[in-house]
């Protein structure tokens, strides 16, 4: 079975800044997705970025963007320029290939952005 | 198109009563999942439907819980006696076919609250 680890309940970061969210994760699969949602107070979750396993490019998504290292099994999220409307929860979660398109979540990381 | 929708938003209900929730995937999508989210627990799988068919339940509590999902539109959720510890917010979430690392679009969740 895959676990995904987020290892900080809480983060804070001042607004134009930048903020690094960590997500390690275990599995013996070669071939595998990883996503970061995001869940703002609003608590709807949204999708923020994907990246697939067999591409070593890391994903980017304007502010948005991911270090990907499949060797360490690591996979962090990094925000540039925080705006306030960054603050909510962000879940890190695999998925296996071929496996239904079921999500295996974090924890989560709790990111809130002061002015 | 108007994305997942979950009925109701919020559900009131006393310890014993019949619960049942209720979801509209993404037309199209092949893929229906159903998740309990809890701070205790955080987001939890509780079963999946790949074109109408469950095809993994593992993540149901116990007998209490039940989902059916009679056509390519609809699924609910049903919790039969409800107990105090169900209350959680339930998402639902479509996908649009199994493979390739396709995201799940969620709902706006309903949160439940047994007393």
């Known amino acids: 079975a895959q676990t995904v680890t987020q290892s900080q309940p809480e983060m804070s970061v001042q607004e134009a800044e930048t903020v690094t969210l960590s997500c390690t994760y275990d599995t013996s699969e070669s071939n595998y997705y990883l996503f970061w949602y995001k869940q703002p107070p609003s608590r709807q979750m949204i999708l923020v970025i994907r990246?697939?396993?067999?591409?070593?490019q890391n994903a980017t998504e304007n502010r948005f963007s991911v270090n990907f290292q499949k060797a360490a099994k690591s996979f962090s999220l990094k925000i540039s320029d925080s705006q306030l409307g960054d603050t909510a929860m962000y879940f890190c979660?695999?998925?296996?290939?071929?496996?239904?398109?079921?999500?295996?979540f974090g924890g989560g990381t709790r990111l809130m952005v002061k002015p | 198109d108007a994305g997942v929708i979950q009925s109701p938003r919020h559900e009131v209900t006393e310890m014993g009563q019949e619960v049942t929730l209720r979801c509209k995937p993404i037309?199209?999508?092949?893929?229906l999942f159903w998740y309990r989210q809890t701070m205790m627990r955080g987001l939890e799988l509780l079963i999946y439907?790949?074109?109408?068919?469950?095809?993994?339940d593992s993540g149901m509590p116990e007998d209490r819980f039940s989902a059916k999902m009679p056509n390519a539109s609809f699924s609910t959720l049903k919790i039969q006696p409800s107990e105090p510890r169900d209350s959680a917010v339930y998402f639902c979430?479509?996908?649009?076919?199994?493979?390739?690392?396709?995201?799940?679009?969620f709902g706006p969740g309903t949160r439940l609250t047994v007393t």
């Open positions: 979430a479509s996908s649009p076919r199994t493979g390739g690392g396709y995201e799940q679009y």
């Open positions: 037309s199209g999508h092949n893929s």
């Open positions: 990246q697939e396993a067999y591409k070593q």
């Open positions: 979660a695999f998925m296996k290939q071929d496996a239904g398109n079921m999500l295996t």
């Open positions: 439907f790949n074109n109408n068919v469950p095809i993994d």
